[in-house]
């Protein structure tokens, strides 16, 4: 069952509508490349398309009709949007769903310190990450500083050019041989991720010099003090924008593709939408996917259920059972990247399923590891519907499974979904050096998740038992 390759055969008109979507796409990520960042731009991006704020509609207690389209943030982490269908939402919604956190160095709460004439920032990193990747390498700091006052203050310090970055130094290999000894897991310790921001001493400062020439620096420019730290999310991401690859440009290296390649193109599928859709359409964007969609921004949080809960109401449609019914009875594509063929590691592959860069979105039936351990394993019944809405519409996918069985696995928000009884199944875009500083796609696959998921929410098909 050979996959063609999807770029083979393309019009100009086609080749066109790649390159569009993959700028979007690249003004999307660069822009947001913290949770944050991407529901501030996706709250931007719904308002532009004439979406409301379910809060306002709660507020005005504002009833809510087929054709109309509201969405929701939560605690500026994560992010759902609808258009509402003609069909009762009892009847159940078609969603897209995806995460927008990505693997990423945090700040810890008391970071600042001073050594042999440095300033430096302790960090705790987030998500599963080759620490040794993150050494040597231009790094940009974003994130809140939350006050006492009720006041948030906005940090991005290190994408413009004339902004400063940050870094975390190596070791000279001249003096490692010891260091070059160790395996790559214990290569940089945890502990040892520390961030240089400063290296100059406060003129007429005795004690902590350095120290105090930084926070001088952020007195004056962000108006927060050393305790401020207590009550700030701040990441360090690498600094840079999203740059196409190859001499034929086909590929795009950026930040945190995991999991934005999939969380753009759900949305601009729901955005997009014209008319007035058969069944509801939902985009759910969530955040702490990367470590264990814990907390109340995580999928396992019921900030979702309790959102779908108000829509009911306002829909006409108030209760639990109502809720239960659209729930149970919607279908879901829980998009995550998958680990894209790797010619320079094939061992860990097994080629008949694997994803390949270049073959449109993939879907993973089962995830997991070791005996399909924590896998969502979506229904033969549902997944031959997917593939009838796939060829109809002449949507290039392909099937995969992450890695040879018993070498590895991992799985995603799918099978919290399930927990509701309704059809999901992992679906998403292949990507190369998945959780590294830099990660790499294809702009044709970018596209392709983009028509599989319009083509998705389009569809009107009986709804599986
Ligand atoms: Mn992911
Ligand atoms: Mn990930």
Redesign the pocket.
């Known amino acids: 069952m050979e996959r063609k390759n999807a770029w083979t055969g393309r019009s100009e008109a086609e080749l066109a509508q790649i390159e569009a979507m993959s700028k979007a796409y690249c003004a999307y990520i660069d822009a947001g490349k913290t949770e944050r960042e991407c529901v501030t731009v996706s709250e931007k991006l719904s308002q532009e398309k004439g979406f409301a704020n379910l809060a306002d509609c709660i507020r005005e207690n504002r009833a809510l009709a087929a054709g109309d389209r509201v969405y929701r943030a939560w605690m500026g982490k994560c992010f759902v949007a609808f258009v509402l269908g003609r069909h009762p939402l009892s009847e159940g919604m078609n969603i897209v769903g995806a ?1 927008i956190d990505s693997p990423r160095i945090d700040i810890k709460q008391n970071p600042l310190y001073e050594e042999e004439g440095f300033a430096y920032l302790d960090t705790h990193y987030y998500g599963g990450i080759k620490k040794y990747q993150w050494l040597a390498m231009p790094l940009a700091l974003h994130g809140v500083i939350a006050k006492k006052d009720g006041t948030v203050v906005t940090v991005s310090v290190g994408e413009r050019d004339d902004e400063p970055v940050f870094c975390i130094t190596d070791l000279l290999p001249h003096l490692a041989a010891e260091q070059m000894s160790k395996t790559a897991k214990d290569l940089i310790e945890g502990e040892a991720l520390n961030v240089l921001i400063g290296g100059r001493p406060l003129e007429g400062e005795e004690k902590e010099p350095v120290k105090a020439g930084v926070l001088k620096l952020l007195r004056e420019q962000y108006g927060v003090e050393e305790e401020d730290f207590l009550s700030a999310e701040l990441e360090v991401v690498p600094a840079g924008r999203a740059r196409e690859v190859g001499f034929d440009r086909s590929m795009i290296m950026a930040y945190g593709h ?2 934005r390649v999939c969380a753009y193109p759900s949305l601009a599928a729901v955005l997009d939408f014209e008319g007035v859709p058969e069944y509801t359409l939902c985009c759910v964007l969530t955040d702490k ?2 470590i264990g969609s814990v907390g109340a921004t995580g999928m396992d949080s019921r900030f979702f259920e309790n959102i779908v809960a108000e829509l009911c109401a306002l829909a006409g449609e108030p209760g639990d059972l109502a809720l239960r019914r659209t729930l149970g009875n919607s279908r879901m594509l829980s998009s ?2 998958s680990a894209g063929f790797d010619p320079a590691f094939a061992q860990v592959f097994e080629k008949k399923n694997a994803a390949f860069l270049g073959r449109g979105v993939c879907f993973n039936k089962f995830t997991g590891s070791r005996g399909k351990g924590g896998s969502n394993d979506a229904n033969a019944e549902y997944i031959a519907s997917l593939r009838r809405i796939m060829d109809d519409a002449g949507v290039a996918f392909q099937t995969a499974e992450l890695g040879r069985v018993d070498v590895g696995g991992g799985g ?1 928000i799918a099978y919290m979904c399930a927990k509701y009884g309704m059809n999901v199944i992992d679906s998403g875009i292949p990507v190369l050096s998945m959780h590294a500083p830099y990660e790499v796609i294809s702009k044709v696959d970018l596209y392709e998740g983009y028509r599989c998921y319009c083509a998705f929410l389009r569809d009107a098909g009986p709804v599986e038992g």
């Open positions: 995460h995991d999991d996917e990367e995550d990247v995603t």
